[in-house]
């Protein structure tokens, strides 16, 4: 009796060695023949990709001679690293910088706010017309900006506003807001309405339920569409150079376009240099918030 349960417990406690099914390596190996395409597309969309940005980091290195008579891809001999401090100085990048800072900060936090006020108030609240508002509000998504500017430029003009920064942050928010407020109005559809008129029953009112609950509930989405503009506004140049009135408000795609202007002739150290930089600071919010971005933008997506 004891050999015959030790048996068992050994049979029992032996583990099964699954074999290979027949033909299963083949159809992985097809499997991988099939990715083959596949991988070298995305290595050359990599290629086209990273190309010129390694061209522009080692170039913004260089001097001037290297630059025009090396190889794109060549080492610097030298590293050049006062073609940074050239391009701050002396290519008053710097102020450029603090210029975009200004405009882009209130105006991304305007568009913000006030498109999901307008998305909830579209959505969430019920009122008479509320359909007929929301058309008119998309209607402003086919409006090309291209057209307005120069009727813009008249009233801003007999306003006073020309000399300032109010022109641009004033028609960058009211740009970007038609597609803030139908994106904020799509991510407050998916919001199961019970929840606004159990905080009704309570004894919530409109706005405290737009601050503390609304409000909470789309920070994804805030996140998302205040990035989505963020980057609309930051490399904006046809507003910025139709409103720059003075090169002491002049932006950073600005500064960069008239770049070569500073020096005389187009020094490409300075030039790529500062262009580096641009593209280091949209690079680090990026990768900062990308998983929010995703989240935000998935969320749209699934619930939208």
């Not at 706010?113 to 008119?136: K, Q, T």
């Given at each position: ?32 023949i ?27 290195f260089k001097?001037q ?20 401090i ?73 306003l ?36 606004f ?26 996140l ?7 980057f ?11 409103f ?7 932006t ?9 202007d ?43």
């Amino acid at each position: 009796m004891t050999t015959l349960q030790t048996q068992t417990q050994l049979t029992v406690a032996t583990p099964t060695v699954q074999r290979p099914r027949p033909g299963q390596g083949r159809r992985a190996a097809m499997r991988a023949i099939r990715r083959i395409p596949v991988w070298i597309l995305v290595a050359l969309l990599m290629v086209v990709v990273l190309y010129p940005q390694v061209w522009m980091v080692l170039g913004s290195f260089k001097t001037q001679s290297e630059f025009l008579s090396d190889p794109a891809l060549s080492l610097p001999k030298t590293w050049q690293f006062d073609n940074y401090i050239s391009a701050l100085t002396n290519g008053d990048v710097a102020r450029n910088y603090l210029n975009s800072i200004i405009v882009t900060i209130p105006s991304v936090l305007l568009i913000v706010f006030i498109g999901v006020a307008a998305g909830y108030a579209l959505e969430v609240m019920i009122w008479r017309g509320r359909n007929a508002v929301l058309l008119y509000v998309l209607a402003g998504i086919m409006v090309p900006g291209q057209m307005i500017l120069v009727p813009l430029f008249i009233v801003y003009f007999r306003l006073g506003l020309t000399n300032t920064m109010l022109p641009m942050i004033i028609t960058y928010t009211v740009m970007g807001l038609p597609l803030t407020t139908f994106l904020m109005a799509t991510y407050f559809r998916a919001v199961p309405r019970e929840i606004f008129e159990a905080a009704t029953v309570d004894g919530s009112g409109p706005l405290r339920s737009f601050f503390l609950i609304g409000m909470p509930m789309m920070k994804n989405a805030i996140l998302t569409v205040g990035i989505v503009q963020f980057f609309s506004v930051w490399n904006d140049l046809l507003i910025a150079l139709t409103f720059t009135t003075r090169p002491e408000l002049a932006t950073i795609q600005v500064g960069l376009l008239s770049l070569s202007d500073e020096y005389g002739s187009t020094q490409y150290g300075p030039l790529f240099a500062a262009v580096s930089l641009n593209i280091l600071v949209l690079m680090i919010v990026f990768l900062a918030l990308n998983k929010k971005i995703m989240a935000g933008m998935a969320g749209g997506a699934l619930k939208g």
